[in-house]
């Protein structure tokens, strides 16, 4: 191990530490979170926080190493947390059958979805991922299959484990979401380091001459879709965990932008990018606006409050700018450009088509 | 029977609204490969600024609401002459950046007409005409799904005619086929784009007036609702065909209504994303696309 390497491990593990030990910290961290680090409210925030890091990494894996941009990341994490929620809260099954078989369903759903979803490439499986996801908020939405209707479903009363369950229990929530980040990132860091990994690499690179090389490029890509898709879904579970039940709110187009925004502001291609722009975007807009509600903003004159009251308009601005001068995210800035995934493109920009320039040939 | 038609020519106003934004979609990508996710708040902008001109009228006169709808076109032009200056050109050749830029631009849009005016839905006020009723065959069909419809056949027959017979309409066919090669013969595809961008976002303007007078309201988020329909319409007619954008728009806005009002309300839009899921398993290029496109 050189040094450099025992530097980052030793890094990694105090950051560790530390995420760990918050819950006992009893202190004020001025407006930046509800109240004191260690008051329920606070976890709440770290913990939803924590998940969206985990949903970030698991995009990132199909999206900054598969090179599948989808738009329904959604439609998993929503129907993980609401299988748990709806199993669960089946007499038959309770909680401990209910986790298992919302997983297994949703690595089902994860394998359905996405092999219909790649018989498009490109932006045509991201318009059918982002449709697909959209039927599922719909449906969810209306409240088919008991799934409640705009105010979500919620855990019955006693079907969560004493652990998790109540307002002072929400420091064992946070360790539950810290553990999922830790998981996530780490069998996503072994993957993206086999050759597996290696090949989809070379399939987000360049379609076309990995099939050439001899690889099966559907497969592979169904495989990282799965993987992905389905640790989506366990990030739904932990989401139900934490918020004691499923809602909307992380079903639909909002939410599959918003986790695409995550990844592309933290960095594609760059797993701890992902979870840092997971971590800056859920708690921003989490927190900006009780931070636009203080006095400071309330005072300015109106065509300043307008803007600043509304958290979308800061994290819109930023992933624009993001994209038009650092496409390598925010690891860019540490990582250096040479990692950035940006691919580079003939004159003509047939760069996602695999074949250069070459499209009207046949007719 | 006068039911089964009410509900049949309501579903042809909503496949109508779906098409005036799928049309602007589908030349823009058949010509640019650029997908815009910022259509949907064009649209609403261009309902806003319908909204103004008419909301301090009971009942507005005719050209006044003829004024308002050429507001809505204009105010979606110059949005999207903006968003292809700004966003797109800079970003030319990336065709995912390009769509995320209008993804983080439709947020921003969003955004500040949720600030400015507030989230919830703002009244339209409409010509008493618009919003009476025409018996056909015994079923009182709303003026407004009429004028609706009416537009969307004439943009259709529009877009043909100036695809078929003028030359910028050939300009922007050859570019379909291959723009690098109608630039190398001299010809500034450059300013094809920025026009069919522009003539995209007045789409989504017109229809964003017309949804107005639809729906008797406009909210900061109709647009985005709307367009995810639209996206679906395309995938299912084809990415890049008009043609294709249109038997899927009718189909779809019939269906789709058909099955909310006979089933259960709400199916339809479930039954539409099945339509889409059905398609990509028996047809992935689409009704009219063409396969190699699709890549």
């Known amino acids: 191990m050189t040094r450099s390497a025992a530097l980052r491990y030793a890094g990694v593990g105090l950051l560790l530490v530390v995420l760990a030990v918050l819950p006992f910290l009893h202190r004020s961290v001025g407006g930046l979170l509800p109240g004191p680090i260690n008051s329920p409210g606070s976890l709440q925030v770290l913990a939803l926080v924590m998940v969206a890091a985990a949903v970030a990494i698991t995009l990132d894996l199909m999206f900054g190493y598969t090179g599948l941009a989808s738009f329904g990341h959604s439609l998993y994490v929503g129907f993980g947390a609401y299988a748990t929620v709806i199993l669960s809260n089946n007499p038959k099954l309770g909680f401990a059958l209910g986790v298992p078989l919302a997983i297994a369903l949703s690595a089902v759903v994860a394998v359905v979805g996405n092999a219909a979803a790649l018989r498009l490439t490109g932006l045509g499986f991201s318009m059918a991922t982002l449709a697909m996801a959209q039927g599922f908020s719909i449906a969810v939405e209306r409240g088919f299959l008991g799934s409640g209707g705009e105010v979500g479903v919620t855990f019955a009363r006693g079907v969560l484990p004493d652990a998790l369950r109540g307002v002072m229990n929400t420091r064992n929530a946070y360790w539950l979401a810290l553990a999922l980040v830790v998981v996530v990132y780490g069998v996503c860091a072994v993957l993206v380091r086999t050759h597996v990994g290696h090949v989809w690499q070379g399939i987000r690179e360049n379609p076309l001459r990995t099939k050439v090389i001899g690889y099966n490029v559907y497969a592979y890509q169904l495989a990282s879709a799965t993987i992905s898709c389905t640790m989506a879904a366990m990030c739904g579970v932990v989401f139900a965990v934490v918020m004691g039940g499923a809602n909307p709110s992380i079903a639909g187009l909002h939410y599959s932008l918003a986790v695409v925004l995550m990844v592309v502001l933290g960095g594609r291609g760059v797993l701890w990018g992902a979870a840092l722009g997971g971590i800056l975007y859920q708690f921003l807009t989490l927190r900006l606006p009780s931070l636009s509600s203080s006095d400071v903003i309330t005072r300015l004159p109106d065509p300043l409050q307008v803007p600043l009251s509304q958290p979308n308009f800061f994290l819109g601005v930023a992933f624009v700018l993001i994209i038009l001068f650092m496409p390598g995210g925010l690891a860019s800035i540490v990582t250096g450009r040479r990692r950035t995934v940006t691919r580079r493109r003939g004159p003509t920009g047939g760069g996602d088509r695999g074949l250069p320039a070459t499209p009207a040939v046949s007719r | ?295």
């Not at chain 2, 609401?65 to 797109?88: D, K, R």
């Not at chain 2, 919830?120 to 005409?129: A, G, N, S, T, V």
């Not at chain 2, 007078?213 to 647009?223: A, R, V």
């Open chain 2, 1 to 295: 029977m006068s039911t089964f038609l009410l509900i049949a020519i309501s579903g042809l106003g909503l496949g109508s609204l779906y098409f005036l934004l799928a049309a602007g979609l589908s030349i823009i990508f058949g010509l640019m490969r650029v997908l815009s996710f910022a259509h949907g708040a064009f649209l609403s902008i261009s309902g806003f600024a319908s909204w103004m001109v008419l909301r301090s009228f009971e009942t507005p006169s005719t050209p006044r609401l003829l004024l308002a709808l050429l507001v809505a076109v204009l105010t979606g032009g110059a949005i999207a002459l903006v968003v292809e200056v700004l966003l797109i050109r800079p970003l030319k050749g990336k065709e995912l950046e390009q769509l995320l830029a209008t993804v983080g631009f439709g947020m921003v849009l969003v955004s500040l007409m949720a600030g400015t005016w507030g989230p919830d839905e703002h009244l339209i006020p409409r010509p008493q005409w618009l919003t009476s009723t025409t018996s056909i065959a015994g079923a009182p069909i709303s003026n407004s799904r009429l004028l609706l419809i009416g537009m969307a056949a004439a943009v259709m027959v529009g877009i043909h005619l100036i695809l078929s017979r003028t030359r910028y309409g050939l300009i922007i066919r050859a570019g379909v086929e291959n723009s690098a090669m109608v630039s190398a013969l001299g010809i500034n595809v450059k300013r094809a784009f920025t026009m069919v961008f522009v003539a995209g976002g007045m789409l989504a303007g017109l229809g964003g007036g017309l949804a107005g007078t639809y729906y008797g309201g406009i909210s900061p988020f109709l647009g985005d609702s709307m367009l995810i329909f639209s996206f679906i319409v395309l995938i299912i007619g084809g990415l890049g065909s008009i043609n294709g954008a249109l038997i899927a728009a009718v189909v779809l806005g019939v269906s789709q209504s058909m099955a909310n009002y006979y089933v259960v309300n709400g199916i339809g839009d479930v039954l539409v994303v099945v339509l889409l899921v059905a398609t990509l398993l028996v047809r992935p290029q689409g009704l009219l696309g063409q396969k190699e496109r699709l890549i």
